[in-house]
């Protein structure tokens, strides 16, 4: 349905490289677990009607740590197509969000996210920080009229950046 939209774009929080699992496999390490906890709380307060989340062991992780934070949403999408996927990419999977949905969460990767949000978003100082540094687990919040099928670069009003740590 046409109306406001809000897109939330977040990276997967910090995650452990003392491991000898395949990159998709890496879990959070504990500062990503204590960081997700507190963006849980902020994003509670968007209250997203879908998340998307790429198929990585540290993003799914990402959600389930912002759940004990407070976050919560009835629709999760696990997708392999948000492992790696560049701005184009997730663009096209989140032109597939249901068109009643009116906030959708996504959970990848860099450089994607902050591809995502240089494409999407109008010029402002505010985007200028999301470019230069998009840390893990932080995420930008953007608002647009429309349908999500129709959702285009320069299209998204940047409204907020978030780097919660724990």
Excluded at 100 to 111: G, Q, R, Y
Aim: aromatic share 6%; charged share 20%.
């Amino acid at each position: 349905m046409p109306g406001t939209k809000n897109l939330l774009v977040m990276r997967h929080a910090k995650s452990s490289w003392k491991t000898n699992e395949p990159d998709a496999r890496r879990p959070l390490n504990g500062r990503g677990t204590r960081d997700a906890v507190v963006a849980g709380a902020e994003l509670a307060s968007y209250a997203p009607d879908v998340v998307w989340c790429s198929v990585a062991t540290r993003a799914q992780q990402t959600w389930q740590s912002a759940t004990f934070g407070g976050a919560s949403c009835p629709d999760v999408r696990v997708s392999e197509a948000l492992y790696g996927a560049d701005a184009r990419e997730l663009l096209e999977v989140l032109r597939s969000s249901p068109a009643d949905a009116t906030t959708v969460l996504v959970i990848a990767h860099e450089p994607g996210v902050s591809e995502l949000v240089e494409a999407l978003a109008v010029p402002s100082p505010l985007l200028t920080q999301v470019v230069r540094k998009f840390p893990t687990g932080a995420f930008a919040a953007l608002s647009f009229t429309g349908d999500w099928a129709d959702l285009a670069p320069g299209t998204a009003t940047l409204t907020a950046f978030r780097v919660p740590r724990g």
